[in-house]
């Protein structure tokens, strides 16, 4: 059974850095896109960072987290990694990790996804 597992949430001070990890595990497991969407409360979920494979290793990122945020994999170990530097109190959600097994023209968007993780809590404070 294919499953996300997530980790690295936590609480960390404005302006600090996290890593969170996604690790993919399941016997036939070949995702075209991973990602990561975030939802605060009483928001909807909000795309992050996406990362495609095809002929080359494509990344793909919101407005708000561009400059800030980098998405990473290690193919090896089937986990896909966020790096968030200069974190905001808005940055304050839970993150959820997907993947998506057919190629898609929207990997922005939550319906690209077969399978999703449970979701870390990242909380920064002001």
């Known amino acids: 059974q294919e499953q996300l597992v997530e980790s690295g949430g936590g609480l960390v001070h404005s302006g600090g850095s996290l890593r969170l990890s996604c690790a993919a595990s399941g016997r036939s497991f070949r995702a075209y896109a991973m990602a990561w969407f975030r939802q605060a409360p009483g928001k909807e979920r909000e795309f992050v960072a996406a990362?495609?494979?095809?002929?080359?290793?494509?990344?793909y990122y919101g407005d708000s987290v561009k400059t800030r945020f980098t998405i990473s994999e290690d193919g090896a170990k089937n986990t896909v990694y966020l790096r968030m530097d200069r974190l905001q109190p808005e940055d304050t959600a839970v993150y959820y990790c997907?993947?998506?097994?057919?190629?898609?023209?929207?990997?922005?968007?939550?319906?690209?996804?077969?399978?999703w993780g449970q979701g870390t809590q990242v909380t920064v404070s002001s």
């Open positions: 990362i495609t494979w095809s002929s080359v290793i494509s990344t």
């Open positions: 997907a993947a998506g097994l057919e190629f898609s023209r929207s990997v922005s968007s939550p319906v690209a996804y077969d399978y």
